[in-house]
């Protein structure tokens, strides 16, 4: 990479093979696996995207297993949500997600956002307010069920008065989700579930929005407009706003159409070491945004969980195969027993030519392997693929776990 003068506005060259491995050592999968465990990831992503899907696992299980190993669901879920203190809440990120605890004074931006407009959805009913507010006062950390049900006997969004009571008050910052049980949040308030010296603080939307940016810089280590955009959800404008009191330095990467954005920390120190070999959960930071990983990494890729089987064309819930710091493939997984079933595997063409073929199937089997020790089985099986069957096989037998 070069650098002109510091002393007049700087733009740094990127190739954009250097960009692409800036973001994903940024994002843990390239370098010396980092120290502190979970909670250490969850600040260094800065939001880990929740969803209701749970196949291998949920997704905000699988984040932290793609980039530390098989690190245990219990281990997991005590550095979200602890045991002690909360460490983590969850708020309106990129969509629903866990975020460190010391992110809280920095979404007061959204939060008032949401005051100024007065609904989310669904028009607030006050009086159900005012009796979450002393249920929750009286009796603790509880559940929508707790509270009175969340549904109102319809289709899903057909949400129940106290459902929509308090969710409205997780929007506009009154309580807090704690914990998950069962899938099913636990809200506290947040006078009693925020450290006093976070919940003091009342920064102004555009110091909340330029850490936000900041730290969106940081977790991708180079970005353009659109992807700090993305990152927390925020408007390409208000990035516009903030961008000089970030501390981001403006680069041009090669290939991309549009100028971007680096972490100074990240440009000083050249990206090198080994690089993690897993199936990533598609709500995984380095992929939740399509557009940013089709020009990453040149792959395309859509969640079809919620289109009609017979149109699917990667299967259910098709997770990428990362290796070499590249996106190889994908794979739709299931478990049957103790057997891990890839329903659907495939490569990239570009990973199938002759000189890259084994090495992209030994991959392949390799994250296979890894992923079944993690969920518990003991046996891997592949369905449908058009990779040849005996170098499958053979790479399959080749990393079996001794």
């Not at 006050?126 to 929750?136: K, N, P, Q, S």
């Not at 595997?345 to 890894?370: D, I, Y």
Request: positive net charge; glycine residues 8%.
């Amino acid at each position: 990479m070069s650098c002109r003068s510091i002393a007049r506005v700087v733009e740094v060259e990127l190739s954009a093979d250097e960009a692409r491995r800036i973001q994903l050592r940024a994002q843990g999968f390239l370098g010396t696996r980092q120290k502190g465990g979970v909670p250490a990831m969850l600040e260094r992503l800065g939001a880990v995207q929740l969803d209701t899907i749970s196949v291998l696992a949920r997704s905000h299980e699988l984040v932290p297993y793609a980039r530390l190993g098989p690190v245990g669901r219990t281990a997991v879920e005590d550095a979200y949500w602890g045991p002690g203190a909360p460490k983590a809440f969850e708020y309106w990120a990129h969509a629903a997600s866990i975020l460190p605890m010391d992110e809280w004074p920095l979404f007061a931006f959204r939060r008032r956002a949401y005051l100024r407009r007065g609904r989310r959805w669904h028009e607030v009913p006050e009086d159900v307010c005012d009796r979450i507010r002393d249920r929750l006062k009286t009796d603790g950390p509880l559940t929508t069920r707790e509270l009175g049900g969340a549904k109102a006997g319809g289709e899903w969004w057909d949400w129940s008065e106290h459902k929509i009571g308090i969710e409205w008050l997780l929007d506009v910052g009154e309580v807090v989700c704690v914990r998950r049980v069962g899938w099913r949040r636990v809200y506290d308030l947040a006078e009693r579930a925020v450290p006093p010296e976070l919940l003091a603080q009342d920064l102004d939307d555009d110091a909340c929005l330029t850490a936000l940016v900041a730290r969106a810089g940081r977790a991708l280590g180079v970005a353009t407009r659109g992807d700090l955009a993305d990152y927390y959800r925020i408007k390409q404008d208000q990035v516009d706003r903030v961008i000089d009191g970030t501390g981001l330095v403006p680069v041009a990467v090669a290939g991309w159409p549009r100028r971007a954005w680096a972490d100074p920390e990240a440009l000083a120190r050249p990206p090198r070491g080994r690089h993690v070999t897993t199936l990533l959960s598609p709500f995984d930071s380095l992929v939740w945004d399509r557009a940013r990983a089709s020009r990453v990494f040149g792959f395309d890729h859509r969640l079809e969980a919620y289109v009609p089987k017979a149109k699917r064309v990667h299967g259910y819930f098709a997770m990428p195969l990362l290796s070499g710091g590249r996106l190889l493939g994908r794979v739709d997984p299931a478990r049957e027993g103790r057997t891990l079933v890839a329903r659907q595997a495939s490569l990239e063409p570009w990973a199938t030519t002759p000189a890259r073929l084994e090495t992209s199937v030994t991959a392949l089997a390799t994250a296979l392997w890894r992923a079944a020790a993690w969920v518990d089985c003991d046996n891997v099986h592949v369905d449908r693929t058009d990779l040849p069957r005996p170098l499958l096989t053979k790479a399959l037998t080749d990393t079996t776990p001794t």
